[in-house]
């Protein structure tokens, strides 16, 4: 009957150990369970609030662009219908002055590189002054810049060139009013004169400018 008595203890201890393993183990496991549990949900909900967070400003620039957009809208319709124009012409003639700003603008800082078409423009100036071309000179960048017709942060690009023409004292100066009160801008760097009052030779070494228009790209920002 003893024996019997102290196998019956044994068992339940050996079944009360098997029980306390088990729960100790499932206990564990649940507490391991719930840590990472918690910790992926702690990191998603991080995760979220950075994601609104960068919903509401980009909320807030677009309203801030929206507002911008308004604003140069109603400056932009202004500045066209301004009459006289910006040079004193009439913004709806076809003179040398004439035209709205909008176009004026255009025309003073081209978007596109076009070398025949700047030597074109250089031509009808020197010819309206009843000055003689004897050369007109430069060089031709337009393969150089055809990849640079677009940029996000455009910079003004020189174009370089020379010209030399024949007249009088008179219509050399009134050759250099004209470029230095052209819509588009003349930087001359080397004059040189040669001859006397009725008839000179300039050598003109100088510069115009054109801008590449700039780009507006919209972008996806991935939220880390």
Do not use: C, W
């Not at 029980?19 to 391991?32: E, G, K, Q, S």
């Not at 309206?128 to 060089?139: A, D, F, K, Y």
């Not at 588009?184 to 054109?210: H, K, W």
């Amino acid at each position: 009957m003893a024996r019997t008595t102290a196998f019956t203890k044994r068992t339940l201890i050996s079944k009360a150990n098997s029980t306390m393993v088990i729960a100790t183990t499932i206990a564990a496991f649940l507490l391991v369970f719930t840590l990472i549990a918690g910790k992926s949900l702690l990191s998603q909900m991080s995760y979220q609030n950075r994601v609104v967070a960068a919903k509401k400003t980009a909320l807030n620039q677009l309203r801030e662009d929206l507002e911008a957009r308004d604003s140069l809208q109603s400056s932009y319709v202004s500045f066209v219908k301004e009459d006289p124009n910006v040079l004193g012409g009439n913004p709806d003639g076809s003179g040398e002055k004439d035209g709205d700003n909008a176009k004026l603008v255009l025309d003073s800082l081209p978007s596109k590189y076009d070398f025949p078409a700047l030597t074109t423009s250089l031509e009808k100036i020197i010819t309206e002054q009843n000055m003689q071309i004897l050369s007109i000179t430069g060089v031709d960048q337009e393969a150089a810049q055809a990849g640079k017709q677009t940029s996000p942060s455009p910079q003004v690009v020189p174009m370089p060139f020379q010209i030399q023409v024949g007249g009088s004292y008179q219509s050399v100066q009134n050759l250099l009013f004209v470029f230095l009160h052209s819509i588009r801008p003349f930087q001359i760097d080397t004059l040189e004169l040669t001859g006397d009052e009725s008839s000179m030779t300039v050598t003109i070494n100088a510069q115009t400018f054109y801008q590449p228009e700039k780009s507006l790209s919209i972008k996806n920002e991935v939220v880390q």
